[in-house]
Every structure is written in structure tokens, then in C-alpha cells.
């Protein structure tokens, strides 16, 4: 199988004891393709140096809801520089998370929105991150959806109707490690209802490993496991989810296939 995991945050220092060898398991597994997101100015420059470092590996830079207090003048124009370096291939993550309301609601907002201006200007994809702000992010992506070539929900986390109305505005539904576990009902029935065309995997790692990992480091090798559930869900092969997920994200970023 050829996996692409569209969401991983190599970055981080989880993986700095170990981050060439992560990278040889993933390939060993068959993970062929890593999408590393920034969150700030400065882990977007350091997706962006990994991406340049390593084969398979790419980036995307943007300001995270949690730092939306950063949306000015400075980090515009940082992006803007970061969005010339080679290799990368989309703005992200930027959403909404009324969880931990590190920033304030409206600054979340306007950086959310600027960002997918800077994204349509670029003609660069987006990948939105949404938590606890189901509603209010729909709203926000369905009045800018015109705006950027495409859109991917990373890691998603509502219900199965609400992936239907994203997938009908032409978005990618992005699953991660909790479709694995046990008492995933909703993640479940977005992978059964969600057609393949709409789906994109990702372990967002280091965080939400799937079983039999849970509560321990993620890592890209670890896609695998989220391939077979959504397949098991399906009652199709791993090999066509893969292959079916992986061309989703290649033609979404933009990037070529191994």
C-alpha cells in the first residue's frame, strides 16, 4: 500500500530523538507522503526546513486558532515569505477551537478569515482545524469556500451530517486515530458515510494514536491503522482506501506521487 498522512506534526520535539528513524518506518509501512502543518510563524518555519531536509516530506504554514492573538501586520507578511519556500504546499492549521480559548472568539475569527484570504490569493488549499465550534466554522467555510482551491478538515470530529454538508461544498473529510477506538460512534459513521472521494487519513501525530497505540507517541507509520478501521467500517480492502485517500491528498496539495 502507498498511505499518505496528510496531517503530522514532525516538528515537534516529541520527535527529536528519533525523527529519521520515524520516517524509515513510516516508509517501511508503506506512509510514503507526510503533510507537516504549522501553528505559529515559527513551527511553520520548522515544517518548512524538515520538508526541505527530507524526501517525502511537505509543509504548510498558518497560525492556529489557540495563537490567533498573533493575526497582524508581522505575521502576514511572514507567511507570505514562508509560502515561496520549496515544498510548501498549503496554509494550515487555521480554524476555530472554543475549547481552550487561548484567544479570544473574534480574534480567532479574524485570523481565520484572513488566512483564507491569504490562502485564495496564493491558490493554496487550506486545512481547518474546528473544536467545540462545529457551527460556527461551517458558517466561515461555506462563505469562503470560493476563495481557496480546496479544503480539507483535519482530523474531524462532528457528526456525519455535518461531513455530508462539507463534502457537498467540495471539502475533504480528514480521519484520524479516534476512528479506532472503542467508543468512536461518531468518527464510525463519518467513515461509513463518507464516500471515499471525500476522504482523506492522517494520525495528527505526535498526538491521537490509534489502537492498539493509544496514549502512547504517534507517529506516520501509524496511518496504517486508521487506513484498515475505515476500511473495516467499509467493508472494502485496505489497499483501496489507501490508494483511494492517498490520491485525494496528493491532487488536494498538489504534490506528486511516489
Given amino acids: ?19 529519521a528513524e520515524c520516517l524509515l518506518r513510516a516508509g517501511q509501512w508503506g506512509v ?13 518555519w520548522r515544517a518548512a526546513r524538515l520538508a526541505g531536509l527530507y524526501d517525502g516530506v511537505w509543509a504548510a504554514v498558518g497560525i492556529h486558532p489557540q495563537k490567533g492573538t498573533e493575526h497582524n501586520t508581522a505575521s502576514l507578511e511572514g507567511l507570505k ?15 476555530l477551537d ?11 475569527h479574524d485570523a481565520f478569515v484572513w488566512q483564507l484570504e491569504l490562502a485564495g490569493g ?3 488549499p487550506v486545512i481547518v482545524h474546528s473544536r467545540d465550534a462545529a457551527s460556527e466554522t461551517y458558517q466561515i467555510v461555506k462563505a469562503n469556500r470560493d476563495k481557496v482551491p480546496g479544503i480539507v478538515m483535519h482530523c474531524y470530529s462532528g457528526s456525519a451530517e455535518m461531513a455530508m454538508d462539507y463534502v457537498k461544498l467540495g471539502c475533504m473529510i ?15 459513521e463519518v467513515a461509513e458515510k463518507v464516500p471515499l472521494s471525500g476522504l482523506m487519513v492522517e494520525t495528527d501525530g505526535p498526538y491521537l494514536a490509534p489502537m492498539p ?10 496511518t496504517k491503522y486508521i487506513v484498515e478501521k475505515i476500511a473495516e467500517i467499509k467493508g472494502i480492502t485496505a489497499e483501496e482506501v489507501a490508494s483511494r485517500t492517498y490520491d485525494n491528498a496528493v491532487r488536494l496539495f498538489g504534490i506528486e506521487p511516489a
Fill in 98 to 108: 472554543y475549547y481552550w480559548m487561548e484567544s479570544p472568539k473574534q480574534a480567532q
Fill in 213 to 222: 497505540y493509544r496514549g502512547k507517541r504517534n507517529e506516520p507509520a501509524y
Fill in 174 to 188: 480528514s480521519l484520524a486515530g479516534p476512528v479506532t477506538f472503542n467508543n468512536a460512534k461518531k468518527a464510525r
Fill in 81 to 95: 515569505e514562508l509560502v515561496r519556500l520549496p515544498k510548501v504546499a498549503a496554509i494550515g492549521e487555521i480554524g
Fill in 122 to 124: 496564493l491558490g493554496l
Fill in 1 to 19: 500500500m502507498r498511505i499518505f498522512d496528510s496531517h503530522c506534526h514532525l516538528d515537534d520535539e516529541a520527535y527529536e530523538p528519533d525523527r
Fill in 32 to 44: 510514503d507522503r507526510i503533510l507537516n502543518p504549522g501553528y505559529d510563524i515559527g513551527s511553520s
